[in-house]
């Protein structure tokens, strides 16, 4: 195993160290960030459908309103909650990789759960 040198690094090392690195596991932190994703694209593309309808209607009803405002909130909720179990697998691949280990998407989400 190679050794890790702690040191201060520049700038431009620090940005070299993580492009590599993302680079070399590319699939592994897609994957990661893909599940965060899947939620927010169908959340998304209803939120902007049911604009454009809103729009060319006029005023919604109150009622409509309130609904996809809490809706919105219960969606936004959910949200941190995954991206934030996102973050962190994220930051164990990143550890995991750093120190050439062998790590998987299953595996950072594995470490994480439960821990939110």
């Given at each position: 195993m190679e050794t890790t040198e702690l040191r201060p690094l520049t700038l431009a090392e620090l940005l070299d160290r993580t492009f590599a690195l993302y680079r070399r596991h590319f699939w592994l932190?897609?994957?990661?960030?893909?599940?965060?994703?899947a939620f927010s694209v169908p959340f998304n593309v209803l939120f902007l459908s049911m604009q454009g309808t809103t729009m060319a209607g006029g005023t919604p009803s109150p009622r409509f309103a309130l609904g996809a405002g809490l809706f919105s909130l219960a969606f936004l909720c959910l949200f941190l909650i995954?991206?934030?179990?996102?973050?962190?697998?994220?930051?164990y691949a990143v550890s995991e990789s750093y120190l050439g280990q062998k790590v998987t998407v299953r595996g950072s989400y594995g470490k994480v759960r439960g821990k939110i």
């Amino acid at each position: 195993m190679e050794t890790t040198e702690l040191r201060p690094l520049t700038l431009a090392e620090l940005l070299d160290r993580t492009f590599a690195l993302y680079r070399r596991h590319f699939w592994l932190f897609a994957g990661i960030m893909a599940i965060p994703s899947a939620f927010s694209v169908p959340f998304n593309v209803l939120f902007l459908s049911m604009q454009g309808t809103t729009m060319a209607g006029g005023t919604p009803s109150p009622r409509f309103a309130l609904g996809a405002g809490l809706f919105s909130l219960a969606f936004l909720c959910l949200f941190l909650i995954v991206y934030s179990m996102a973050i962190g697998a994220a930051t164990y691949a990143v550890s995991e990789s750093y120190l050439g280990q062998k790590v998987t998407v299953r595996g950072s989400y594995g470490k994480v759960r439960g821990k939110i």
